[in-house]
């Protein structure tokens, strides 16, 4: 039953994609992206600032580390996805997240010197193939005419930040090992709080109602504390690279979400291009060949 961790965890995030695109024309995307990191750093306050202040040591050394999770995590990912989903769909929105992961994998080539394999080259040519046909509707030809709309460019903005989120996690792991995974994270979303408040307060409204206050309870409370506690334990349980497979489900997800609830047409072009894409993924996450080998000694046999 440990697949169920990591599962529900896809299936939150999955909502969540379709619950961005839901909160177009009832609260704007500097309000809810306020308003859900508030709620969870209230949320998260009494049960992890008091190992916080036991770990202060730590967290004085890694302010600089987790102002900038923070910045790329909760504010540029989250809130370009909610600008994002004003124009796009709840589909293309989970294509893309499908795609954070061979973002992180080519960003690793550059901030973790991970080794090119055959699976990274032909992986990311795959995907790119297949993202070029979901951003062009199925006409490939147009994007030199037209070019990227505004939403695609976000979102696709929104999916690297997150990647190199991931990366820089990997990267600064020694250092922040020494902070537990929660008062890392509940830092992150203080800074995260305190960048999001000059557009908090500078937007045209900021009303809760009985139409968007479910969709900021959903994105603050299952989204941001329930889903990252499943998927921490499914990776504690089932081990990372297991876990991560469960990743590849969360098109699916969302697209029966998005067409159930909010009645969104599939195309040919939604699973050419998806498919395309989410075969690049799994391409880069499994064939781990090098480009080069190493050559052999000499006098060696």
Partial sequence: M?????????????????????????????????????????????????????????????LLKLLTLGALGMVLYQSLAYYAAQTVSALFIGILVASIPLLTVVFSLFFLRLTPTLGIISGALLSLCGLTLL?????????????????????????????????L???????????????????????????LIPGFVHTTDIHLTAQNLPLVLFAALPASILAPYLWIQGVIRLGANTA?????????????????FLHEQLHSWHLTGGGLTLAGVILAQRLRIPLRRPSKAIGSY
Avoid: C
């Fill in 2 to 62: 440990n697949f169920l961790f990591p599962l529900g965890a896809v299936v939150i995030w999955a909502v969540n994609s379709v619950v961005s695109k839901m909160t177009v024309g009832l609260i704007t995307p500097e309000a809810i992206s306020f308003y859900r990191w508030a709620i969870a750093l209230l949320v998260l306050t009494p049960l992890t600032l008091p190992g916080l202040i036991r770990h202060r040591a730590a967290l004085r050394g890694n």
């Fill in 135 to 167: 951003v062009s509707q199925g006409h490939p030809a147009q994007l030199l005419h037209q070019g990227l709309g505004k939403g695609e460019i976000l979102m696709l903005a929104a999916a690297a930040a997150y990647a190199l989120y991931g990366v």
């Fill in 169 to 195: 996690t990997k990267r600064w792991a020694a250092d922040l090992s020494r902070l537990p995974h929660w008062q890392s994270l509940y830092m992150q979303i203080l800074f995260a709080v305190l960048m």
């Fill in 244 to 260: 991560s497979i469960f990743l590849n489900l969360s098109p699916l997800f969302t697209a029966v979400i998005a067409i159930l």
